[in-house]
């Protein structure tokens, strides 16, 4: 089977509901109850409400990869949150540091301890409880 041909059959298999419109106008057609004009004009109908649908399909589908690329990378910024937080603006990565911790000590010019709010303090505590029993289980 030839590219055209196959590229008719796939738009055939993906829009049956114009396929069986067209084949309705066609036996109207040859049954003399539409005249060859009234047969053109509706075969011309179908053909642009099957373009509209592909268009619009068209357009679903790239917008649909676009959604998938960005959270893909979004996804990939929170497996890596160093990466997150330099890769932030100068805002953001204070709203990030804002969201994950309650409290920071600094003395001169560094950090010599944090407080975090109470979801990542429980999900670290979690995380310590099950590399504890890791280590007991060793």
């Known amino acids: 089977m030839d590219q055209a041909t196959g590229a008719r059959g796939q738009r055939t298999e993906r829009h049956p509901a114009f396929q069986r419109v067209a084949t309705k106008a066609k036996t109207a057609s040859c049954d003399d109850a539409l005249t060859l004009d009234e047969f053109k004009l509706e075969q011309a109908r179908i053909q642009d409400e099957t ?6 399909i068209a357009q679903w589908t790239v ?6 690329h960005s959270l893909d990378e979004a996804i990939s910024l929170l497996v890596d949150p160093h990466r997150l937080y330099t890769e932030a603006p100068e805002g953001i990565n204070l709203m990030l ?3 994950i ?3 920071i000590w600094i003395l001169d010019t560094g950090v010599v301890g944090i407080e975090l709010v109470t979801p990542y ?3 670290l505590t979690v995380e310590a409880r099950l590399a504890l029993d890791d280590v007991r289980a060793h």
């Open 97 to 99: 540091v804002q969201a």
């Open 63 to 68: 917008e649909i990869d676009d959604m998938r």
């Open 51 to 56: 373009k509209a649908a592909q268009d619009a």
């Open 101 to 103: 911790c309650d409290k």
């Open 121 to 123: 303090a429980e999900l």
